[in-house]
């Protein structure tokens, strides 16, 4: 059931519009562009979109429809939901808003007619409220966002689900500039029928899935959600929505939903080794790292750096978080001294000094990624200095888990001209945090 939505031969556009702009018309661009099946854009209107044949009901394509995905006011829902019945289409996402997010009787009537009408013909729905779905694998973006507006990214190993809309669309602009890839992901809005326990169990035995991330405001069935976590082999990471009460007001306001309470939350999360984002600028960073890093077989962390001060904030930072910084062994030491100036120094940070070049970096981290003092490395680069280039880069090759600090304009544009991906961070203590991450991870 759950691979129609994602894997569909064959897709209908129900409320696909002629007018530019419109969510229907955007959708079925997005479709018609990208995706590698059969579209069928659905109007009652018949004049043709983009040249393509247009349909005045569901009922009227002679071909099977695998997926629906409606984009039409919330009075007419229960109208073409009730055609996809007939039509015997049973994967339905429905895009329209206006149900019980808004608080209206109407609205929640609404919702419960198109739950009735979903029970009775075998229908499973994601929504409604929803911005839609994609999968980077077969150009399914039925999402009602342009690409001139929000960058899609390339085909990648992490699979997102997300109750609130904004978080999904902005996530796949940010991890698109971000050049992370993406997998699949869902905005499931009110979550009348499939949830994001659904989507876990689901993306736990998906092979392009490697990593879950998600962004949860409530839960509607705490047991199912223990049960699939706890079943699930594959690094969660979740961001949690309504922590305060602010937080649970504002969810309660826009997806019906109560929140609940966050620290029963947070203590299920430890309990089953869910990575917990503590902010957006964390999801981010974890998955950033995840996408390429290894699990850490400790919590050693060796720090190279050619910035003192940097050095410092990241020691810091790493004992606050309860990471083992250890003295190098006088027989390391000894085997750095022989590569590194007079003045450098050869503890931990090892400080490498401002006038480093590509080389000096090179012969170090190749000591450090051999030696078995360290589980982890965090490279430190200031990369403003002149005896320091793109090169370093590209010739880094490290096998232990490792994480890049570099900040600055210089740095922007040396991250932007990158072919292969690195786990860099714009402060030693996203760098370290990051790290953590991968120090915890389970077998």
């Not at 691979?3 to 661009?29: D, L, N, T, W």
């Not at 705490?222 to 082999?233: A, E, M, P, Q, S």
């Not at 280039?389 to 570099?406: A, D, G, R, Y």
């Amino acid at each position: 059931m759950m691979k129609s939505f994602f894997y569909p031969k064959s897709v209908a556009v129900i409320g696909a519009s002629h007018e530019e702009g419109k969510i229907g018309h955007v959708i079925f661009r997005n479709l018609l562009e990208k995706f590698r099946g059969k579209v069928y854009p659905i109007n009652p209107k018949t004049e043709p979109i983009f040249g393509q044949k247009v349909y005045p009901s569901i009922l009227d394509v002679k071909g099977d429809v695998d997926l629906a995905i409606i984009a039409v006011n919330a009075s007419i829902v229960p109208k073409v939901l009730e055609e996809c019945g007939k039509k015997n289409v049973k994967n339905v996402v429905i895009i329209s808003s206006g149900f019980s997010e808004t608080g209206s009787q109407k609205g929640i009537e609404l919702e419960q007619e198109i739950k009735n009408i979903a029970k009775s013909y075998g229908i499973r729905i994601i929504g409604p409220n929803t911005i839609g779905i994609f999968n980077s694998e077969n150009g399914l973006d039925a999402t009602f966002f342009l690409e001139k507006d929000v960058k899609k990214p390339k085909d990648g190993n992490i699979s997102f689900f997300t109750q609130s809309g904004t978080i999904g669309i902005l996530a796949l602009d940010i991890l698109a500039k971000e050049n992370i890839g993406v997998a699949k992901l869902v905005s499931y809005g009110n979550a009348i029928d499939l949830n994001e326990s659904d989507f876990i169990e689901y993306f736990a035995k998906d092979e392009k899935t490697k990593i879950i991330a998600g962004f949860i405001e409530s839960v509607r069935n705490g047991r199912k959600l223990i049960d699939v976590l706890r079943k699930n082999k594959k690094p969660v990471v979740l961001l949690k929505g309504g922590k305060t009460v602010f937080g649970s007001r504002a969810t309660s306001s826009h997806t019906s939903s109560l929140a609940g309470d966050y620290k029963v939350y947070s203590n299920i999360f430890k309990q089953l080794n869910v990575i917990e984002a503590e902010t957006w600028d964390d999801l981010i960073d974890y998955l950033r790292i995840l996408s390429i890093g290894r699990k850490a077989n400790g919590k050693r962390l060796g720090i190279v750096t050619n910035a003192g001060g940097f050095g410092v904030l990241a020691s810091d930072y790493a004992f606050k978080l309860g990471l083992e910084l250890p003295e190098p062994s006088e027989k390391l030491k000894k085997k750095l001294s022989k590569i590194l100036p007079s003045y450098a120094s050869t503890k931990n940070p090892i400080d490498i000094t401002a006038d480093a070049d590509v080389d000096r970096y090179v012969k170090v981290l190749r000591i450090l990624d051999k030696s078995k003092e360290f589980d982890m490395l965090l490279v430190i680069v200031l990369v403003q200095t002149p005896t320091l280039t793109k090169e370093l880069f590209e010739v880094l090759n490290i096998n232990k888990p490792f994480s890049i600090c570099m900040v600055g304009t210089k740095a922007e544009e040396i991250k932007k001209s990158l072919d292969k991906k690195l786990p860099i961070f714009e402060s030693p203590e996203r760098a370290v945090k990051a790290l953590k991450v991968l120090s915890e991870l389970k077998a």
